[in-house]
């Protein structure tokens, strides 16, 4: 099974943060932290980001893993 997890962490003033790790059959096989670009105004941004590359891992780790 795949699973994949994103979250974040917004800092007000400072950089924030997205991390996400990538388990198949309970084992990891990727892990990132991605400082967010730009100048996040309100969390909800920096909480959105996350479900975007949630997404994105999840449709690039099925395929990678096929092949």
């Not at 400072?14 to 991605?34: A, F, K, P």
């Amino acid at each position: 099974m795949l699973e994949v997890y994103c979250d974040s962490s917004y800092n007000e003033g400072e950089d924030s943060y997205i991390g996400c790790v990538v388990l198949r059959n309970d084992m990891q096989i990727h892990q990132s932290t991605t400082k967010v670009l730009g100048d996040p105004r309100i969390i909800l941004i920096v909480n959105f980001q996350p479900l975007i590359l949630l997404s994105l891992l999840s449709e690039f780790f099925p395929k990678a893993i096929k092949k």
